[in-house]
């Protein structure tokens, strides 16, 4: 019963947001009564610390399943990408409502995304750099810290996720741009023109 509290509750949060969704919502939306809920939970902000967590597990889970396909590094950055706007078909960010409102639950989803980040996007510049997608001589460190403190802040100071979507994109392609070789910008140029980008 813990792991559908869990499910729904986050299925919830990302849908309708943070706040805005009460345990008695859940318990209804369940067919269950708040009593069950609290069994497992003492406060809705263990509730949002549990499904953030599940979150967090399942997206590592999905990039190393992105990863060990046969995809370029340019094309796997938008494949991520894509998955991410699966995955948060929300009008509000949710990064942004946990920095708003739950703080110490932020404080703690950005630390286990900094390692996460961190880690991916070191592995996706040396693997262009081995496909000679991206230059040898970037600093790899320092591209993967300007990345990373450009996708997060936007997700954190922009409200609206479609205004998100945008803003990531142009990052993006700011981003490879700025490692690319003439080949990389060719796989850049072919995976702009993409539909589904």
């Known amino acids: 019963m813990k792991e559908k509290i ?9 849908k309708l947001g943070f706040k805005s969704v009460t345990m008695d ?14 069994k497992f939970f003492m406060n809705k902000e263990l ?6 967590e599940k979150v967090q597990t399942e997206i590592k889970r999905k990039i190393v399943e992105i990863q060990s396909k046969e995809h370029n590094a340019i094309e796997e950055n938008f494949v991520i990408r894509r998955m991410f706007s699966e995955m948060f078909k929300t009008s509000e960010s949710p990064l942004y409502q946990l920095k708003k409102h739950y703080p110490q639950i932020h404080d703690k989803v950005r630390q286990t995304q900094i390692q996460q980040c961190g880690e991916m996007f070191r592995n ?5 750099i081995q496909e000679r997608l991206y230059r040898e001589n970037i600093n790899v460190d320092m591209f993967v810290k ?13 409200q609206f996720e479609k205004d998100i979507e945008v803003l990531e994109l142009q990052a993006l392609e700011y981003h490879i741009r700025a490692m690319a070789t003439s080949k990389g910008i060719i796989e850049l140029e072919k995976q702009l023109l993409n539909p589904n980008t």
């Open 124 to 128: 996706n510049i040396i693997k262009g």
């Open 6 to 14: 869990i499910a729904k509750a986050t299925e919830m949060f990302l």
């Open 146 to 158: 300007f990345y990373y403190e450009l996708i997060f802040s936007i997700n954190e100071n922009t």
């Open 25 to 38: 919502d859940i318990a209804c939306e369940m067919c269950i009564s708040k009593k069950t809920i609290y």
């Open 47 to 52: 509730l949002i610390e549990e499904g953030t």
